[in-house]
């Protein structure tokens, strides 16, 4: 929704353009002193973000979170793996996958799990095994 706003209408964007103009409006409409009304935005694509929405009064705070560290990434890793079948132990597993993908988010993270289980699958293998 908040993707830069570039003034060529083709393939639908004028829709995208649309609805980016309209949030802004109503955000500018807010009276924060009078009314309960929390607005709570991410991205991960902070470069592509149109800057009408990072002025002064649309957010409040900005807070920047960080890739996961090793250990952030095999907590993650964990948490993607407990429903997949594989005879490799878990822990073990996760542990290896963090220190082979730095710089990896969690949705990189789910990424590489979804695709684990698509490879099995197209191998008709009974479960994920590491190459």
Do not use: W
């Amino acid at each position: 929704v908040g993707r830069k706003r570039g003034g060529r209408n083709v393939g639908g964007q004028s829709e995208a353009e649309n609805t980016l103009n309209q949030l802004l409006v109503e955000m500018d409409g807010f009276n924060t002193g009078t009314t309960n009304v929390i607005v709570l935005a991410a991205t991960n694509r902070m470069d592509i973000l149109d800057q009408a929405l990072l002025r002064p009064g649309r957010f409040d705070r900005q807070i920047y979170v960080p890739a996961p560290d090793i250990k952030g990434r095999s907590s993650i890793f964990k948490v993607h793996l407990e429903n997949l079948k594989t005879d490799v132990d878990k822990i073990e597993l996760s542990k290896k996958m963090a220190a082979l993908t730095p710089g990896f988010t969690g949705a990189d993270i789910a990424n590489v799990c979804n695709e684990a289980a698509l490879i099995a699958a197209r191998e008709l293998a009974k479960s994920i095994v590491m190459k």
